[in-house]
């Protein structure tokens, strides 16, 4: 393959620390045997590993209260000139825990071209069905796919017109998913969401308390809450949200944590158990 491999990921302002940025550049490490530059995107740099390719953010042509509600930094991956035209980017949100090898990822951008995106998640009753049977709610934004000079028109669109855009579209991920060059999913067995494939809706969680690892996936995607690390933490507590929740460390998930954390020239220490009453981050967060 001739093509230069990115993977990509973007922090603005500080709702994630650098340790999420340390980490996934770990675990990409770990599980791309392509050559591959690993880049954040950023205006916040301090603290991320020497790992990290920093990347500074271009000009956002929206204004700073518009970037969360519509997360649309996150278009810079698009811009002309971030990357050489013929770069296979690969876009991950910083909280993705890589769970398999991403060589599929690159292999399938580098044969068909395109765009891929996830397909949002439907809600556990359409699981009976089959993939083709269940409603198409458009694309989530975790993880993202392309060749960079095929899809230079959805930042030039936005930069020309950004509120305009941000009024039809409301957040990224259906600008991208309506308007990116050849937009396919990737195949539905790859990206998976941890509140969905993981945790059970009440009253099913009361069930057992025990949250298995996924067999399969390639890609687990801590959309919405919790985060990875609101449940590595020792102790009692409670995570998640009003249906679907748990209580204390999720074992394999602090083993992550930690193993990757500690690859890094900025170790990431398991945080302490959070309070009950201590706010999540928001900014670049969606819930789906």
């Known amino acids: 393959m001739n093509r230069p491999v990115v993977v990509a990921c973007l922090k603005w302002g500080h709702p994630y620390p650098p340790e999420y940025v340390n980490v996934l ?12 530059r690993f880049v954040c995107i950023t205006d916040a740099p301090e603290g991320l590993s020497s790992d990290v390719e920093v990347m500074p953010l271009p000009e956002i042509p929206i204004e700073r209260a518009k970037w969360n509600t519509g997360f649309w930094p996150k278009l810079a991956i698009f811009k002309q000139g971030m990357f050489d035209p013929e770069t296979i980017v ?67 669109t936005f930069e020309q017109n950004p509120y305009e855009v941000d009024s039809d579209y409301r957040i990224d991920q259906v600008y991208i998913t309506e308007t990116a060059n050849r937009r396919r999913y990737w195949p539905h067995t790859w990206c998976l969401s941890f509140r969905r494939s993981c945790v059970p809706h009440w009253p099913l969680n009361l069930l057992s308390r025990t949250i298995r690892k996924p067999r399969r996936g390639k890609l687990l995607a801590f959309h919405g809450c919790p985060n990875p690390t609101d449940v590595v933490a020792d102790g009692h507590y409670r995570w998640g949200t009003k249906w679907r929740y748990g209580f204390g460390p999720i074992r394999w998930v602090q083993e992550y944590w930690n193993r990757y954390a500690g690859k890094t020239d900025s170790a990431a220490k398991a945080p302490a158990a959070p309070h009950a009453e201590q706010p999540q981050p928001t900014e670049s967060k969606r819930v789906a």
Do not use: C
């Open 25 to 36: 550049a770990a675990a990409v490490k770990d599980n791309l045997s392509f050559n591959h």
């Open 90 to 156: 690969l876009y991950l949100d910083v909280d993705l825990m890589v769970t398999q090898s991403l060589d599929p990822f690159i292999e399938i951008l580098n044969t068909d071209g395109g765009l891929r995106i996830i397909r949002e998640w439907n809600p556990d009753i359409w699981n009976l069905l089959p993939i083709w049977a269940r409603p198409d709610r458009g694309g989530n934004g975790s993880a993202i796919g392309f060749i960079a000079k095929e899809q230079y028109n959805l930042f030039d």
